[in-house]
């Protein structure tokens, strides 16, 4: 059972950056390992995804492409986002997600954590 669970979120003004953590247990060396954000009245957006194995690249959305990073630690089993020259549209609530499979959609991750909120003030 895998179990994630996000922090690190604040405010911050715009052009600063943050890093989110989520502290992962549970998943294997085959599992694809996501961030998320939803603002109010939007849609969930992918963020971006990790593959445990190694044998991928990291995906970005082009939204974030240049300004996030992101990566995990696989002996404290957290994952991370750094967030660089961040803009008020990323504010949002940002999840990390977990499956043992690629996923097109958001709807097919089975694993969420709680969410850790980011605000970027202009």
């Known amino acids: 059972q895998v179990q994630l669970a996000e922090s690190g979120g604040g405010s911050v003004q715009a052009g600063g950056s943050l890093r989110l953590s989520c502290a992962a247990s549970?998943?294997?060396?085959?599992?694809?390992l996501a961030w998320f954000r939803q603002s109010p009245g939007k849609k969930r957006e992918g963020v971006a995804v990790v593959y445990t194995g190694g044998s991928y690249s990291p995906v970005y959305a082009d939204s974030v492409k240049g300004r996030f990073t992101i990566s995990r630690d696989h002996a404290k089993n957290t994952l991370y986002l750094q967030m660089n020259s961040l803009k008020p549209e990323d504010t949002a609530m940002y999840y990390c997600?977990?499956?043992?499979?690629?996923?097109?959609?958001?709807?097919?991750?089975?694993?969420w954590g709680q969410g850790t909120q980011v605000t970027v003030s202009s």
């Open positions: 549970g998943y294997t060396a085959s599992t694809w």
């Open positions: 997600a977990a499956e043992d499979w690629w996923c097109s959609e958001d709807n097919e991750y089975n694993y």
